[in-house]
């Protein structure tokens, strides 16, 4: 923070004049600060290669710091008293696309499991125990539990934060990877890559109530903030499968377009619009739920980009982007990145506490 500013001030008795001047050049001088670091929206970042977790300053639009955490930070999320952060840490190597995975050394499992940050101190406060191969991590509503998919293992586990334990453990599909839960907070969607399904899970009981069938390779989930649909990225099948809050019709698609390969997606808070990173692509679209979820516009964003958030006044979108280790900052409305963050290495999620 700013040292506090120290005006002189004249004796009341004498020359009111002066004191009117000296009262006035106060409130400019305190007006001219900028915000203080403390009260800035922050944007976080999982450094998969690195093991470590960025802190941009979204104002001042810099890397303040980097915390270590573990192997293969991955998914992340936010508690809803936006106290705490949760990140999946995975002793699995890392298999991309085409990799033969008999090459690949045998996974840590002592390295599994999720970080828990104290946003106050940025320290991690513990790590829990979340099943095998955590990649992307939920919270509940109430801030009491989350939903962990374990890749390798085809489950969901479900976690008591309080006593640390993991209370279920279901089976959802090969190769789950994104997880959401629904806005009302009664239902938790995991996507089954392998499989091409969604998996919709009571929140409560850890009951599996349906699956979904979707596009090819589904990755991410958003909701509309009013739970009317949610939106599942499927890469392979360059196409986003909306599904309907009842679930009772089949799920449509949009189709991106060729060559796209859509992987996350976020909601604006008023609900006007969806963006979608793209991966190998390097695109961020904009979708219009108010104009049947067509594609509005695309914007070039990186080099392979993959976490996104969105601000609260949806005028600013960022991106992670891998290969080149940076975070791109995208202005909505011009359509164009302003600047890329430095971060660590590998880049792959993304949350916002602004």
């Avoid at 004191?19 to 970042?45: G, N």
């Avoid at 090459?103 to 940050?117: E, F, N, R």
């Avoid at 516009?297 to 996104?308: C, D, K, N, V």
């Amino acid at each position: 923070m700013l040292p506090p500013v120290s005006i002189p001030r004249p004796r009341a008795s004498s020359q009111p004049h002066l004191a009117r001047a000296f009262a006035a050049a106060a409130c400019i001088a305190i007006c001219m600060l900028p915000d203080s670091p403390s009260h800035a929206a922050h944007l976080y970042v999982t450094n998969e290669e690195s093991g470590d977790l960025s802190v941009i300053d979204t104002g001042l639009r810099q890397e303040l710091r980097r915390i270590a955490l573990g192997k293969r930070p991955r998914g992340i999320a936010v508690s809803p008293d936006r106290r705490w952060l949760y990140v999946a840490l995975s002793g699995s190597p890392a298999a991309p696309p085409g990799v033969d995975e008999n090459t690949l050394p045998p996974a840590d499992k002592s390295a599994d499991g999720i970080a828990v940050i104290d946003v106050t101190t940025l320290e991690v406060a513990r790590i829990l125990v979340a099943g095998s191969d955590p990649e992307q991590v939920a919270v509940s509503r109430d801030g009491h539990r989350i939903f962990v998919a374990n890749e390798d293992a085809a489950r969901l586990s479900i976690v008591d934060v309080d006593s640390g334990r993991v209370v279920a453990s279901v089976a959802v599909g090969v190769e789950p990877e994104g997880v959401a839960v629904s806005p009302d907070g009664e239902r938790v969607y995991v996507t089954a890559e392998a499989d091409n399904q969604v998996f919709v899970i009571d929140a409560r009981t850890g009951a599996r109530l349906t699956a979904v069938e979707v596009g090819p390779r589904p990755r991410s989930i958003a909701f509309l903030p009013d739970g009317s649909r949610a939106y599942v990225t499927c890469e392979n099948g360059a196409s986003v499968s909306v599904l309907s809050r009842d679930l009772t019709a089949p799920a449509r698609s949009v189709d991106l377009g060729a060559g796209m390969r859509p992987m996350g997606v976020v909601a604006s808070r008023d609900g006007s619009r969806v963006f979608v990173s793209t991966g190998r692509s390097g695109m961020v679209l904009i979708l219009e739920p108010a104009a049947g979820d067509r594609v509005a516009a695309s914007i070039e964003a990186g080099q392979r980009p993959w976490g996104i958030a969105v601000s609260a006044d949806g005028r600013t979108v960022y991106t992670a982007n891998g290969p080149s280790n940076d975070v791109s900052v995208i202005d909505v409305e011009s359509r164009r990145v302003t600047m890329r963050v430095r971060v660590g290495s590998k880049p792959w999620g993304l949350a916002l506490i602004d």
